[in-house]
């Protein structure tokens, strides 16, 4: 006999919802459990919700477009299997492929130096900013054009071993390894040009990985990949 | 891109992560504390099982609500109990099969839910996973932080228990039941 014949589906069913009743009467009630965390722990946690707030940004997108580069922090599940598929000449950088996406994975320790800002000296005209993020792990910029419905977003972050940039391009994506002002970089091509195309550039020399998701023309997204010029370096 | 306006523009977001870690941090704190007796540890369980938490949190669809209380109760169960079997020097299955998580009271069906509800932590959350919130393997394994073959392994060996436990209990009664 199978293992799993022990039991029948619905008879584990019930018994689980009776456990599971019983667990939460056990458990007390909101007031009893007030407590002040320790300053470690709440520097943790604000790590973490920052990060995840990032992440629900991305994801956001991601149920609208066929592609997404979302960037979630190491401690938020790395225990996968990758399998290489390419390697970065100096190896500040790998390309790796999982399921259905690719990883880029980044060898270098976190930095602790705060993000330069970059600007945008030209954008599709037309477009609006309407969203801007700004903390010491990622930048991110939404802009948007109410009347035609195309926009792009603009993020990028440190290229160090607490990032996972992730691009999950859907069936018929395809992918050109280029590159923009002199870095190389990823175009990934949507089939159907109402999704999202994803261009993403890894400034080797500034250790920043750029992404740029758009709903826009091919050679716009380049263009404005090709301008985005530092415009601060904050003192650390 | 409009649905990512949307989401800007709504102002609240009933399922915010920052909405779910004020709701259930404090009772969290409270059931790795039972389990770890130790505030320092408690808190760590606490952070690891907001990480896993975090990771999955597309799967919560509503913050307060019964079945998200249970889901991150058992989660910080389930991360406490990592912390402590870091210290064991049991193998993992003798660790499963002799660590208990929060005491449960008896369902009282005098069957397979009181049977459930007495197994070791381990064994009891990866049913309730399974079973009541009705997760499956491959949703499960970055819940728990392991691989799909070891959830399974775990299923197989948590009804092995339960099986065991009811064999226990029907000698004492003279009889067996099917489930």
């Not at chain 1, 800002?117 to 309407?130: A, R, V």
């Not at chain 2, 039972?34 to 690891?48: G, P, T």
């Not at chain 2, 990771?55 to 406490?80: D, G, H, L």
């Amino acid at each position: 006999m199978a293992r799993e014949e022990f039991f029948d589906e619905m008879a584990l069913r019930r018994a689980a919802a009776r456990t599971n009743e019983s667990l939460l009467s056990v458990l007390p009630g909101p007031g009893a459990c007030e407590r002040s965390f320790s300053e470690r722990f709440l520097a943790k946690m604000e790590k973490l919700l920052k990060r995840q707030s990032n992440w629900r940004i991305r994801h956001a997108v991601l149920r609208y477009a066929a592609a997404i580069l979302i960037t979630v922090s190491l401690t938020l599940g790395t225990l996968l299997v990758f399998s290489p598929e390419a390697r970065a000449s100096l190896t500040q950088w790998v390309r790796e492929k999982y399921e259905n996406g690719i990883i880029y994975r980044f060898h270098n320790e976190p930095s602790h130096k705060l993000l330069p800002l970059y600007e945008l000296t030209w954008i599709p005209e037309g477009m609006e900013q309407k969203q801007i993020h700004y903390n010491e792990f990622s930048y991110g910029t939404f802009y948007y054009n109410d009347e035609t419905e195309q926009g792009f977003s603009l993020d990028y972050s440190y290229m160090d071993n607490s990032s996972l940039p992730t691009v999950i391009p859907e069936e018929g994506c395809t992918v050109t390894h280029t590159e923009v002002n002199g870095c190389p970089a990823d175009f990934y091509q949507m089939l159907d040009n109402r999704n999202t195309n994803v261009l993403v550039i890894l400034d080797e020399d500034a250790n920043i990985i750029f992404s740029i998701a758009a709903n826009i023309d091919k050679d716009s997204i380049f263009n404005i990949a090709e301008h985005i010029v530092l415009s601060k370096t904050p003192k650390n | 891109m409009m649905v990512y306006l949307q989401m800007l523009d709504a102002g609240g977001d009933e399922r915010s992560f920052t909405r779910l870690y004020d709701t259930y941090r404090g009772l969290m704190f409270y059931v790795a504390r039972q389990i770890l007796k130790n505030d320092e540890d408690a808190e760590d369980a606490v952070h690891e099982a907001f990480c896993a938490i975090a990771k999955n949190f597309s799967k919560i669809s509503e913050i307060n609500c019964p079945k998200t209380r249970s889901y991150v109760v058992i989660i910080v169960e389930r991360k406490a109990i990592d912390i402590l079997r870091k210290r064991s020097r049991l193998s993992q299955v003798a660790f499963e099969e002799t660590t208990y998580g929060l005491p449960l009271p008896p369902p009282g069906d005098h069957g397979l839910a009181d049977a459930m509800a007495a197994l070791p932590a381990q064994y009891r959350e990866v049913l309730l996973l399974r079973y009541e919130h009705g997760y499956v393997v491959r949703e499960i394994a970055p819940m728990l932080g392991v691989k799909q073959d070891a959830v399974q392994k775990l299923l197989w060996r948590a009804k092995a228990a339960l099986r065991k436990k009811l064999d226990e209990e029907d000698e004492a009664y003279g009889e067996r039941r099917v489930f």
